[in-house]
Structure formats: structure tokens, C-alpha cells
């Protein structure tokens, strides 16, 4: 496989080049400015910054319990966050201020900010009951109010996309994991979301399904799709990210670019991180 990183937005995969972009039009998709979240009495964000840039592909990795998919929940406000803010396409999102209180947001103001956000969590969340085709083609109607056409339309074209148009028909409990796990990612496509946020999305698969979903997730990235990712997968890190983002105990450690970060690590625990990584590879 060929790719090469240097900081920018472009890298081949698979023989086909990422898309590029203007710098004009690399403004930041999301913004997170002195981060916090608490359950209790107990800190798991403490002060995060982040920023991620359109067509840009962030890889979040971490031991667990870092706060790495906490980070990412905040991100989409499925956990109010506790401190600090988020911006989504400049919004503030969760909350608005009335002088100097902040309020959190009605329902229809938090759907507003947050409807360019698609989400793909590490467990696929299908109903049972409904085929392929009709969990997607589910939230086109609820959320988009797609008439029943429209949406089969968009949803059978989702799937097509992700691989799954002769699946259409299935339940979930005839598809693999992978495949339930790529009508998911259909699902978030058919939102024509501009940031999708998967939330270890392979972490659930035997290790054969895992390359088929981290397929169509290249074929994404190839595309210019904004992604921010948490993941175990070092190696899919290493090949697709522009930026990677190291967390521990609800911090950012590091950040930079996959030889940064895999290569000339400055930081000690994510050298260990890494020296673990390594050692439980071979």
C-alpha cells in the first residue's frame, strides 16, 4: 500500500489519491477549547484541546480508560460535557449563552448544531426487527422526513456505497458482524453528514471481519470524508491518518502526524503505550 504523510491532506491509498483541498477550504469542522467532563465527583476530561480540519482524518488512540470514547460522545453531545466548549461549524454545541450563563440547548437548537454529525459506535445498534435497507432508510424519514420513496432510494444507494446493495433484504442476524457494522456506517452516510465520528468501530469483530469495514473507512478517507476515529487499530492509524492524537487519564499527551507519533514519539508514556503495542504484536 502505498501512502506518504507530510502534515497536509493528501495521501494515496490503495493506489487512489486523498482529496485535496484549498487551503481556504481546510476551515475547522470542530473545535474543542479547554474540554471537561466529570461523572461525580470523578474528572475523565481535563482540558482538552482539539481542533479537526475538513477532509481531515484524526485517529485518537490510548489505553483504555484514557477518556478516549468519553471525548468523542462529548463531541457529538450524546454526554454533556462539563467545562469548556465545543464548536461545531462554528456553533457552539449544547449549550448557548445568555450573558454570562450558559444554558444548555433545546432539542430542535442541539439537532441544528449537531446535524452535519454522523456516528458509528463499536456496538452497531441495528434494530433487530427491521432489515438492512429499512435501518437506514429509518432515520432518513425521522430525521430528514424523507417520504417512504425517497428514502429506500437513498438508503438502497447508502448501501451500495458500503457494499451491502444485494443485503438489502437481510436481517441483522443474517449479516457477519462486518456487515452489520458497514449498514451502520451506511446509516451515518445516508445523513450526508460533512464529520463522521466512529467510536472503535472494529473493536466488536472477529479479527477476519475487521478488513472489510476498514475498507470501506479508507474508501471514505480517499473521498475527502472528515473523520475522527477512536481505535486500537495501530496500523490502520499508522496508513490512514492525518493527525494522531495520543490520550491518557483524560489528557492529550501528543498529538502530530503518524511518523511523529509512531516513529519519534517525544512523549514517555506513549513511548510505553507504543513499546506494549509492539511487544503484544509479535
Given at each position: 500500500?502505498?501512502?506518504?504523510?507530510?502534515?497536509?491532506?493528501?495521501?494515496?491509498?490503495?493506489?487512489?489519491?486523498?482529496?485535496?483541498?484549498?487551503?481556504?477550504?481546510?476551515?475547522?469542522?470542530?473545535?474543542?477549547?479547554?474540554?471537561?467532563?466529570?461523572?461525580?465527583?470523578?474528572?475523565?476530561?481535563?482540558?482538552?484541546?482539539?481542533?479537526?480540519?475538513?477532509?481531515?482524518?484524526?485517529?485518537?488512540?490510548?489505553?483504555?480508560?484514557?477518556?478516549?470514547?468519553?471525548?468523542?460522545?462529548?463531541?457529538?453531545?450524546?454526554?454533556?460535557?462539563?467545562?469548556?466548549?465545543?464548536?461545531?461549524?462554528?456553533?457552539?454545541?449544547?449549550?448557548?449563552?445568555?450573558?454570562?450563563?450558559?444554558?444548555?440547548?433545546?432539542?430542535?437548537?442541539?439537532?441544528?448544531?449537531?446535524?452535519?454529525?454522523?456516528?458509528?459506535?463499536?456496538?452497531?445498534?441495528?434494530?433487530?426487527?427491521?432489515?438492512?435497507?429499512?435501518?437506514?432508510?429509518?432515520?432518513?424519514?425521522?430525521?430528514?422526513?424523507?417520504?417512504?420513496?425517497?428514502?429506500?432510494?437513498?438508503?438502497r444507494e447508502a448501501?451500495?456505497?458500503?457494499?451491502?446493495?444485494?443485503?438489502?433484504?437481510?436481517?441483522?442476524?443474517?449479516?457477519?458482524?462486518?456487515?452489520?457494522?458497514?449498514?451502520?456506517?451506511?446509516?451515518?452516510?445516508?445523513?450526508?453528514?460533512?464529520?463522521?465520528?466512529?467510536?472503535?468501530?472494529?473493536?466488536?469483530?472477529?479479527?477476519?471481519?475487521?478488513?472489510?469495514?476498514?475498507?470501506?473507512?479508507?474508501?471514505?478517507?480517499?473521498?475527502g470524508m472528515t473523520?475522527?476515529?477512536?481505535?486500537?487499530?495501530?496500523?490502520?492509524?499508522?496508513?490512514?491518518?492525518?493527525?494522531?492524537?495520543?490520550?491518557?487519564?483524560?489528557?492529550?499527551?501528543e498529538q502530530g502526524?503518524?511518523?511523529?507519533?509512531?516513529?519519534?514519539?517525544?512523549?514517555?508514556?506513549?513511548?510505553?503505550?507504543?513499546?506494549?503495542?509492539?511487544?503484544?504484536?509479535?
Amino acid at each position: 500500500m502505498a501512502c506518504s504523510w507530510s502534515g497536509g491532506l493528501v495521501m494515496a491509498l490503495n493506489g487512489q489519491p486523498r482529496v485535496e483541498l484549498a487551503a481556504s477550504d481546510r476551515e475547522v469542522v470542530i473545535e474543542v477549547e479547554e474540554l471537561t467532563k466529570t461523572f461525580g465527583p470523578v474528572p475523565v476530561l481535563n482540558g482538552i484541546d482539539l481542533k479537526i480540519r475538513r477532509s481531515e482524518v484524526v485517529c485518537i488512540i490510548g489505553p483504555s480508560g484514557s477518556g478516549k470514547s468519553t471525548l468523542l460522545r462529548c463531541l457529538a453531545f450524546l454526554d454533556p460535557y462539563t467545562g469548556g466548549r465545543v464548536s461545531i461549524e462554528g456553533q457552539l454545541l449544547g449549550y448557548k449563552q445568555q450573558g454570562e450563563r450558559r444554558l444548555m440547548q433545546g432539542h430542535r437548537e442541539l439537532a441544528k448544531v449537531r446535524r452535519n454529525v454522523g456516528m458509528v459506535f463499536q456496538h452497531f445498534n441495528l434494530w433487530p426487527h427491521m432489515t438492512a435497507l429499512e435501518n437506514v432508510a429509518l432515520a432518513l424519514r425521522v430525521t430528514r422526513k424523507l417520504k417512504a420513496d425517497q428514502a429506500e432510494r437513498e438508503a438502497r444507494e447508502a448501501l451500495s456505497k458500503v457494499g451491502l446493495g444485494d443485503k438489502a433484504g437481510n436481517y441483522p442476524s443474517q449479516l457477519s458482524g462486518g456487515q452489520q457494522q458497514r449498514v451502520a456506517i451506511a446509516r451515518a452516510l445516508a445523513m450526508k453528514p460533512h464529520v463522521i465520528l466512529f467510536d472503535e468501530p472494529t473493536s466488536a469483530l472477529d479479527p477476519e471481519l475487521v478488513g472489510e469495514v476498514l475498507g470501506v473507512m479508507r474508501q471514505l478517507a480517499v473521498e475527502g470524508m472528515t473523520m475522527a476515529i477512536v481505535t486500537h487499530e495501530m496500523g490502520f492509524a499508522a496508513q490512514m491518518a492525518d493527525t494522531v492524537v495520543f490520550m491518557d487519564r483524560g489528557v492529550i499527551l501528543e498529538q502530530g502526524s503518524p511518523d511523529e507519533i509512531f516513529k519519534n514519539p517525544r512523549n514517555d508514556r506513549l513511548k510505553q503505550f507504543l513499546d506494549t503495542w509492539r511487544t503484544r504484536s509479535f
